[in-house]
């Protein structure tokens, strides 16, 4: 059971490029979120769903966008990539009730 | 304006002995509380949670403090081993929220053989 999976781990990006970070689940959960992680800092929520063909913007969603075609993918893109947007960024899915968030491993992204 | 704050940064810790994280919060309608640890290179994992209507949760080793009139709460670990050496985040949800979570800055527990 592989969980969340994130592609890629490691990204480095110029400016003004654009890219998808990637995100799927097996565990046929509804709920499923991204947040990115600055050096020192706690996780900030960028974007989320409660369901296919459902997303919501979370605390930090510039410059971000998000789509939920199916229940396992959650998909993240960039379209004009800016050096604020280097951090470790996170997706994370959870059940139904008060079950938790499950995240994955994350992927490393550096703008220059 | 945190709304989780994490004010210690890092605690070390011998084996054996207890380890304690602290977490204030400033949100009345945080209705659960989560304590998540991770490893470099590694997601967040859930450790153990408490409700609002709780004051203590227990599990193994791990025990979860919360003090609702001072909106503070505590993570216990005891005995504490090396393993645990990781950066724990508290987190927590807000009423009618869709399971989204605010997060607080992070402690790094090490703990020395």
């Known amino acids: 059971n592989a969980g969340v999976t994130q592609t890629p781990k490691f990204r480095i990006l110029k400016i003004g490029q654009s890219m998808t970070l990637q995100c799927t689940q097996d565990?046929?959960?509804?709920?499923m979120y991204w947040y990115r992680q600055d050096p020192g800092m706690g996780l900030k929520l960028i974007y989320y769903s409660v369901g296919a063909g459902i997303t919501d913007k979370g605390e930090v969603p510039n410059g971000y966008n998000v789509s939920r075609s199916t229940t396992e993918d959650f998909p993240l893109r960039l379209e004009l990539a800016a050096p604020s947007q280097t951090s470790v960024y996170f997706c994370?899915?959870?059940?139904?009730?008060?079950?938790?968030?499950?995240f994955g491993n994350g992927t490393r992204l550096t703008v220059t | 304006d945190q709304q989780v704050k994490q004010n210690s940064p890092s605690l070390s810790v011998q084996e054996g002995r207890i380890s304690i994280l602290n977490c204030d919060y400033t949100n009345s309608m945080f209705d659960y509380f989560l304590w998540y640890k991770k490893y470099p290179a590694e997601g967040p994992t859930f450790l153990i949670s408490?409700?609002?209507?709780?004051d203590k949760n227990e599990d193994g080793r791990f025990t979860v403090f919360l003090n609702k009139s001072a909106k503070h709460l505590s993570l216990h670990i005891v005995p504490s081993q090396p393993g645990d050496s990781a950066v724990y985040f508290c987190?927590?949800?807000?009423?009618?929220?869709?399971?989204?979570?605010?997060f607080g800055k992070g402690t790094k527990l090490s703990v020395k053989p």
């Open positions: 408490i409700s609002s209507i709780k």
């Open positions: 565990m046929n959960h509804n709920y």
């Open positions: 987190a927590a949800k807000e009423v009618r929220s869709q399971g989204n979570l605010i």
């Open positions: 994370a899915s959870r059940g139904t009730g008060g079950s938790p968030l499950h």
